[in-house]
């Protein structure tokens, strides 16, 4: 298992309550592929450098978790095909010489 982040941004029209079942949905994903969640972060709502979705505010969730490398593919179909999910990144995380290195494994 590969420690991993997912940055997600949500529709800004779906409210509290909605977001707290898409972020359920990301997490019960997750732990269905043999993965675990380790935290879940709220960043909030955002302003856009650019429109997405003809959108210029996202709510941000930051999500890090472990995850067998060969099921990440699946969980970002999963993730694209979520009508509130404007635009997400998954990030391997890798520890190298005690420091923290990122690559992108973006969809």
């Known amino acids: 298992m590969r420690d991993y982040e997912l940055v997600a941004l949500v529709n800004p029209e779906v409210d509290q309550e909605g977001l ?7 997490s019960q ?16 709502r955002r ?12 709510d941000y969730v930051l999500t890090r978790f472990e995850l067998p490398p060969n099921v990440v593919k699946e969980l970002q179909k999963e993730i694209a095909m979520a009508g ?7 990030v ?10 990122q690559s992108n494994t973006s969809g």
Not at 52 to 57: A, V
């Open 20 to 26: 707290a079942k898409v972020i359920d949905r990301i």
């Open 47 to 58: 302003k856009l450098a650019y429109p997405i979705k003809k959108f210029m505010e996202a």
């Open 84 to 90: 509130e999910i404007l635009r997400y990144l998954v």
């Open 92 to 101: 391997k995380v890798e520890e190298r010489d005690g420091r923290t290195k």
């Open 29 to 44: 994903c997750i732990s269905s592929k043999g993965g675990v969640v380790r935290n879940v972060d709220r960043w909030g």
